[in-house]
């Protein structure tokens, strides 16, 4: 008996039951289901083949080729407009250069459904600059912000956000001793521009550029709210098909799923092979921080400053307009003019009636039809779900790649450690449309792995939400997550260990203090792109299942129609300010209180508690 007592070890009990835990969801949540999106194309009819041949003779390839032309021309224009605005203010001498960075940032703050309703509500065919353009220009065609134009223009200054983040970083890592090297020989600016700094750049900018290829062939909320025929809007259509419409439909989704599956494989192989072959830059022992260089010739300086303020003004004009009219009534949005007296904060909190005319000529009173975005109970209710699923979701992809990481780092360099690894970045060679149509096609029935339930089924469906949210949001966890267990002093662990702790409480004592700021930020990153997120929302749109962005998307859908839903638009606009002043706060406790470093940290402290001294000893006095 004591012997059977020594040879139990609850560790490994726990460990065992982890295993099967992950194991369940692994086979069943990321496996099970794709599977079954595959095996569906060459099951659906009789013939194997008959999804293939109707996707050559057809026009599904057309999705394919739509979704390709926009990644390869997004591939120039965003690079184009990406590194030219992170030169503008990391690189070059330009005056104001702090102003212009806080616009250039903005899309960080806004972004998905809520930036492409910002940039409709300015451009559309009765968007406030296009009635502009139209009373300047009477020629002017006031559709031309449509299809595949406006989709561009709208996801190149969408997407360089990546820029702002990872080319910025990168390009304040260049060691200046080398620029000014290259100036000691006669080098021009340009010339050490081109020969010097960009080539060290090639890594991030190639990263950079497979990252902008996946996101236009991935793209969603532009082209599905800008009317341009892609892929990913036209499975969510075939996914909500039915055969008595159309032919198999829900394969043709699959196989549509598929190819963009393929299109993201090859890409991130294509990137990891490059990787591979290791990227090295030889510097000096004493490296010298970048400084910024002067445009020496007047022609170039001057043109250098006024595109920079153009670009400043076409990211700046949707947040500055759409801020303006938020606080307008509902006949100011309409008529798209600006009018102090028409300000109002009823688009933002309380209600009101309206009194309209019917078409017997006879005046009727629509009770509470003007809301505001936290008095609606349709918005309010969307905002409540989007704030509880994102939240879940960001909070079970934290835990479970701290849990994994911990278990890497006991095993490091074992099989078992890297196939946990490579599992939990499983998610990343799959785009979020196949995920999430695969669980909308799976568990759309009494699935006997789930205890026989429909979790797509009326309130399962918001189960099958935050699972999807989960899933996606793993393989970015992973790699945040993990470079902070790098920074745990190994000697502090032994120390624990030395002085009776078990491995338990040493986690909990020792390495989670450690890792916790860095778990708290990739946690508010993944609140943050989740709470607006529009591509799973719309694969999982029901009664049951309206998300905030969704809730957006169809704001102003029978606007005023009967007297009803009266101030959509300005509910709009109010909601992407919203959406702006969350999305501000969580990037300032990331970017800037959580990347304080002690010092600042200490320093900050203090003239928190000079401030006190301060009030206490006024109120003391008084």
Not at 503 to 524: D, G, N, Q
Request: net charge positive; charged share 15%; aromatic share 14%.
């Amino acid at each position: 008996m004591n012997k059977l007592l020594k040879k139990f070890d609850p560790n490994k009990i726990v460990t065992l039951v982890g295993f099967l835990i992950y194991l369940y969801f692994f086979l069943g949540f990321m496996i099970r289901p794709t599977i079954n999106t595959l095996t569906s194309i060459f099951t659906t009819s009789n013939d194997p083949f008959a999804v293939i041949r109707f996707f050559l003779t057809g026009n599904m390839k057309d999705y394919v080729w739509n979704s390709l032309r926009l990644a390869l021309v997004l591939v120039v224009t965003v690079n184009i407009v990406g590194i030219s605005i992170v030169l503008l203010t990391e690189y070059f001498d330009i005056k104001g250069a702090k102003f212009l960075r806080l616009g250039y940032m903005t899309t960080m703050i806004y972004s998905g459904v809520a930036l492409v309703t910002g940039y409709s509500f300015l451009y559309s065919y009765d968007g406030i600059l296009t009635r502009y353009l139209v009373q300047a220009f009477p020629g002017f065609n006031d559709r031309w912000f449509m299809g595949f134009k406006a989709v561009v223009f709208t996801m190149t200054f969408a997407c360089t956000s990546n820029h702002m983040l990872f080319l910025r970083n990168a390009i304040r890592q260049i060691d200046y001793n080398t620029v000014e090297a290259a100036r000691n020989m006669g080098a021009g600016p340009f010339k050490v521009l081109f020969t010097v700094v960009l080539p060290t750049l090639i890594p991030t900018l190639f990263s950079l550029t497979v990252m902008t290829f996946v996101t236009g062939v991935c793209a969603m909320s532009a082209p599905q709210l800008l009317g341009y025929s892609a892929i990913n809007p036209e499975i969510v259509r075939l996914a909500g098909s039915s055969t008595a419409d159309e032919s198999f439909p829900q394969a043709r989704a699959a196989l549509l799923s598929v190819i963009l599956a393929i299109f993201t494989v090859v890409v991130l192989s294509i990137l990891s092979a490059y990787e591979r072959k290791g990227h090295y830059l030889s510097v000096s022992k004493t490296k010298a921080k970048l400084q910024k260089q002067k445009i020496t010739n007047p022609f170039w300086n001057a043109f250098a400053h006024i595109y920079a303020y153009v670009l400043f003004i076409i990211y700046m004009i949707p947040v500055v307009m759409i801020i303006l009219f938020s606080f307008q009534n509902y006949n100011a949005i309409r008529s798209k003019t600006l009018n102090l007296g028409d300000w109002t904060i009823l688009n933002y909190i309380g209600q009101a009636d309206y009194q309209y005319m019917t078409g017997s000529g006879n005046y009727k009173l629509r009770k509470g039809a003007i809301s505001g975005l936290f008095t609606n109970d349709v918005t309010l209710g969307g905002i409540k779900l989007s704030f509880v699923v994102s939240a879940i979701g960001a909070f079970l992809a934290c835990v479970i790649v701290v849990i994994a990481c911990e278990y890497i780092f006991k095993h490091l360099n074992k099989k078992r450690a890297v196939a946990l690894e490579y599992s939990l970045l499983f998610p990343w060679l799959l785009p979020t449309i196949l995920i999430c149509y695969s669980y909308r096609v799976f568990f759309n029935n009494n699935v006997w792995y789930v205890g026989n339930q429909n979790l797509y089924y009326a309130q399962n469906v918001r189960i099958l939400i935050v699972l999807a949210y989960t899933i996606t949001k793993l393989p970015f966890s992973l790699r945040m997550i993990k470079a902070a267990f790098y920074s745990i002093d190994t000697e502090l662990e032994d120390a624990a260990k030395n002085l009776g702790s078990s491995k338990l409480m040493t986690f909990f004592k020792v390495k989670l203090p450690i890792i916790i700021p860095s778990v708290m930020a990739v946690f508010a990153l993944n609140f943050n792109s989740l709470f607006t997120e529009y591509d799973m929302s719309a694969s999982f749109a029901s009664t049951y299942g309206t998300t905030y962005a969704m809730v957006i998307q169809a704001m102003t859908k029978d606007e005023g129609l009967y007297g009803y839903n009266v101030n959509a638009s300005g509910r709009r606009c109010a909601s992407t300010v919203f959406i702006m002043v969350i999305s501000g706060i969580i990037l300032y406790l990331v970017y800037g209180v959580g990347s304080r470093d002690l010092s600042e940290r200490i320093a900050a402290r203090e003239r928190r508690n000079k401030f006190k001294a301060k009030l206490k000893q006024r109120f003391s006095k008084a």
